[in-house]
């Protein structure tokens, strides 16, 4: 498995640089791709404060916002890259939703807090807000990640995570993981 660290970068300058000066100062994290004749390279830009807030503040120990950021995306088109699968990036940002979500409710788990069923949900897919400097159709996307991943959530919680059923949830996670977009889609949108 790769290990993230070897394609971490968190200086600004040659981020821009490897995505040809497209990158926005203002990010905090972008997954930075480049393929050619079949050979995919990739980099994640993590801005310094995120790295340092994540080295300072352990989010399985201190959770808050500053620590949120992840690697879901790098982990999830590394996967798919190797078994050379394509992504979307609305598959992608779907997966990140669900992963912080599950995430979140493992580390505050671990963190003995207690969260009202529906809170965690409530605080990540209904009081969402999406960078000022997005196009009409990259907030779109951003959207309809938000609301399939608040569904699926809710199916998470409602068949998991209030019976305590760690076996199964990380059973089922692992399947949706591995799903295509298509498939992912038709299991978040099946009747219950």
């Known amino acids: 498995m790769h290990n993230v660290n070897d394609f971490l970068i968190s200086n600004h300058c040659l981020a821009n640089s490897l995505d040809n000066g497209a990158s926005n100062p203002k990010l905090k994290e972008k ?49 798919n890259a190797s078994f050379d699968r394509s992504v979307t990036m609305l598959e992608m940002e779907l997966q990140a939703e669900i992963d912080k979500f599950v ?12 969260v009202a069923p529906g809170q965690l949900r409530q605080l990540l897919f209904e009081t969402v807000s999406f960078h000022a400097d997005l196009s009409e159709s990259e907030r779109q996307r951003y959207r309809d990640a938000s609301k399939l991943a ?31 977009q298509e498939d992912k889609l038709r299991r978040i949108n099946r009747p219950h």
């Open 103 to 114: 995430m979140l409710v493992l580390c505050l788990e671990k963190q003995n807090r207690q």
């Open 31 to 79: 997954l930075l791709l480049r393929q050619d004749k079949g050979e995919l390279s990739l980099s994640l830009y993590l801005h310094n404060d995120v790295v340092e807030s994540m080295v300072k503040d352990d989010p399985l120990q201190h959770l808050h916002e500053g620590n949120l950021e992840g690697v879901s995306h790098f982990l999830y088109l590394i996967w």
């Open 150 to 180: 608040e569904k699926y959530c809710w199916q998470l919680e409602s068949n998991y995570l209030n019976s305590q059923g760690r076996t199964e949830l990380l059973q089922e996670l692992r399947k949706f993981y591995r799903l295509t």
